[in-house]
């Protein structure tokens, strides 16, 4: 079953303007990550929240981790056409070893030139 | 570095036809997984591997077998192939279950 959610499904902004996704998760983790995946390839880590960090910064990107509400949520600003690809959140997938992810559906960013 | 290498990129099957899809990683990583991905659907683990001579079972690992006998390579098998396993398959490693590199993907279609 999914742990991550993330919303919304997609999403279509102009290059300039901020770009927020949603993700909701189910148990209690010790960390979240958000990946992007450019269209027709693998995907790639952008950044890792600790569940006893609120907020991180990288670059453009921002992420937020509310451990009570179980969301977090990732911010990309002054978006580039660039930016265009699909995002995913991940959580620790404790049905075994916690070596491994589990992938939300994710949210199809188009950022419009 | 050549990071994760899948092979092939593409392959098509008949129903009942078996193959391996090849996994390969240079940075390492005791921590293997593969998942495959469906639209709408994101990406579902079917068998991880925590190092050599390890694996075990993920969300869907149903008609698939995997083995690990060296810190490198992580194969897929699929035993006899179904149309309901068409889907683009990716490998990922990382360091202790962090952050996962990802190959580039094997789109397989099962007719």
């Known amino acids: 079953s999914q742990q991550g959610e993330e919303d919304p499904q997609a999403l279509s902004i102009q290059e300039g303007e901020n770009a927020t996704m949603n993700c909701s998760y189910k148990?209690?983790?010790?960390?979240l990550q958000w990946y992007r995946q450019n269209s027709g390839r693998g995907l790639v880590h952008l950044i890792l929240i600790r569940s006893n960090e609120r907020e991180k910064h990288s670059g453009r990107l921002r992420v937020t981790l509310d451990t009570s509400k179980k969301s977090s949520s990732l911010l990309i600003t002054a978006s580039r056409a660039a930016d265009t690809a699909s995002y995913f959140c991940?959580?620790?997938?404790?049905?075994?070893?916690?070596?491994?992810?589990?992938f939300g559906k994710g949210t199809k960013l188009s950022v419009k030139p | 570095n050549a990071g994760v290498t899948q092979t092939p990129k593409f392959q098509v099957l008949k129903t009942g036809q078996s193959m391996t899809l090849q996994c390969a990683q240079d940075?390492?990583?005791?921590?293997m997984s593969w998942y495959r991905q469906d639209p709408g659907m994101g990406l579902r683990l079917i068998h991880y591997s925590v190092g050599a001579g390890i694996t075990d079972q993920g969300e869907v690992p149903n008609g698939y077998n995997v083995s690990r006998s060296t810190t490198e390579d992580f194969p897929l098998r699929l035993l006899s192939a179904a149309p309901s396993q068409t889907s683009v398959y990716f490998c990922?490693?990382?360091?202790?279950?962090?952050?996962?590199?990802f190959g580039p993907g094997t789109r397989l279609t099962v007719l």
């Open positions: 991940a959580t620790p997938y404790y049905g075994g070893s916690q070596g491994n992810l589990i």
């Open positions: 940075m390492n990583h005791e921590y």
């Open positions: 990922a490693s990382s360091y202790m279950g962090v952050e996962q590199f």
């Open positions: 148990t209690s983790i010790n960390n």
